[in-house]
Nanobody, 124 residues
Framework: QVRLAESGGGLVQAGGSLRLSCAVA????????VNWFRQAPGKEHVFVAA????????LYTDSVKGRFTVYTDNVKNTVYLQMGSLKPDDTAVYYCAAGRTYVGNTNHGTFDYWGQGTQVTVSA
């Protein structure tokens, strides 16, 4: 069983920064990938970023490239999403999800473990 817990969301002005954390508990191995998804009101989950268990391989959706960075601290068993140059369009509930898959799998329906989500609101 794998348990995930996000934190770090909040209200920020456009152009600002936030760092989200995803604490991972339970048994994982090097086949696990952690993805970040976001969901705006009334919309589907959208892929944001992904990172391999060893932190070496990452992937981003085009709209966040150059603004967001995903990285991992394996000592703390935590995955971070550093978000910069935030825009109102980034407003959503952000979720981290884990699964035995590959970096490049952006299908939210195939991830077994999810956190509870953290709200990010970017004001204009």
């Amino acid at each position: 069983q794998v348990r995930l817990a996000e934190s770090g969301g909040g209200l920020v002005q456009a152009g600002g920064s936030l760092r989200l954390s995803c604490a991972v508990a339970g048994r994982t191995d090097n086949r696990y990938v952690v993805n970040w998804f976001r969901q705006a009101p009334g919309k589907e989950h959208v892929f944001v970023a992904a990172i391999s268990n060893d932190g070496v391989t990452t992937l981003y959706t085009d709209s966040v490239k150059g603004r967001f960075t995903v990285y991992t601290d394996n000592v703390k068993n935590t995955v971070y999403l550093q978000m910069g140059s935030l825009k109102p369009d980034d407003t959503a509930v952000y979720y981290c999800a884990a699964g035995r898959t590959y970096v490049g799998n952006t299908n939210h329906g195939t991830f077994d473990y999810w956190g509870q989500g953290t709200q990010v609101t970017v004001s204009a």
